[in-house]
């Protein structure tokens, strides 16, 4: 677990609600065209289909979204950085259950465009399915950027030829915020993780760099490191897929990840 006190980055609301919005969009773009087939593949999740995965993008901001329509929560239990390590297993909303997905995402838009917009950042949300998961909405909507990238990748992986875009704005949320995770998770100065061109941080006790060329650097894209960080991929293959570079005798970050699954 990170420690008690953390140093949260900030996010510009404005553009973090605009990078999650267009990264729904995408999605929705994409799950339009997926065929009956395509929608009963496998993924790379276990038990869960193309369509369960579809179905879960728009659920992930559907839930924030219908928060604002019910009582605000009477305190914040989350920070961003606690949010990562936080326990939010809960039942699964599998897609059997929902009605078609053209209706489920034009639902949640209809949703986003009437409530979203006059929300305030300061607004407390509860982020389900773990009761008392209360967040501000603006810290939400930065976790929202990992939630639809993460199931972006899902789906790209599970499709041949998917390609769904990443809203730029939406991957450099999300890449800094794990890389803030790591930084919190393993506290420290000896290991600096560069994750082009979003996030550099420092971590893992021992000696601090504090100039010239670190002793101890890692060193990968956005994507590979998102999944390292939600277990999508496994640290010994990255490196051995030249995905990943790491110098130095500290800089195996094996046993801190991923950070969350």
Avoid at 36 to 49: F, K, M, S, V, Y
Avoid at 186 to 211: F, M
Wanted: hydrophobic share 45%.
């Amino acid at each position: 677990m990170p420690p008690a006190k953390k140093r949260t980055r900030s996010y510009d609301p404005a553009k973090t609600r605009a990078a999650v919005l267009a990264q729904f969009a995408h999605v929705r773009d994409a799950v339009r065209t997926l065929t009956p087939d395509q929608l009963a593949r496998p993924t790379r999740i276990d038990g869960r289909t193309v369509r369960d995965l579809a179905a879960h993008a728009a659920l992930t901001l559907d839930t924030v979204v219908r928060a604002l329509a019910e009582d605000e929560p009477a305190k914040r239990e989350l920070a961003l950085l606690d949010w990562p390590f936080a326990d939010l297993t809960g039942p699964r909303e599998y897609a059997a259950e929902l009605p078609d997905l053209d209706a489920l995402y034009a639902d949640v838009a209809e949703r986003i465009e009437a409530r979203l917009p006059a929300a305030p950042d300061s607004r407390l949300v509860p982020v389900l399915p773990r009761p008392g998961a209360v967040m501000t909405l603006g810290d939400a909507m930065v976790t929202r950027t990992v939630e639809l990238c993460v199931r972006t990748d899902d789906l790209n992986d599970a499709v041949p030829g998917l390609d769904i875009p990443y809203d730029r704005q939406a991957l450099a949320a999300c890449t800094r915020l794990l890389a803030d995770a790591l930084a919190a998770k393993a506290p420290g100065g000896s290991v600096e993780v560069r994750v082009p061109p979003y996030a550099v941080v420092q971590c893992v006790e021992g000696p601090k760099h504090t100039r010239g060329t670190p002793p101890n650097v890692v060193e990968t894209d956005p994507l590979t490191w998102l999944r390292l960080a939600t277990g999508r991929t496994e640290w010994a293959a990255a490196l051995d897929a030249a995905q990943v570079s790491a110098s130095g005798e500290r800089a195996d970050l094996s046993g801190l990840l991923p950070l969350m699954s």
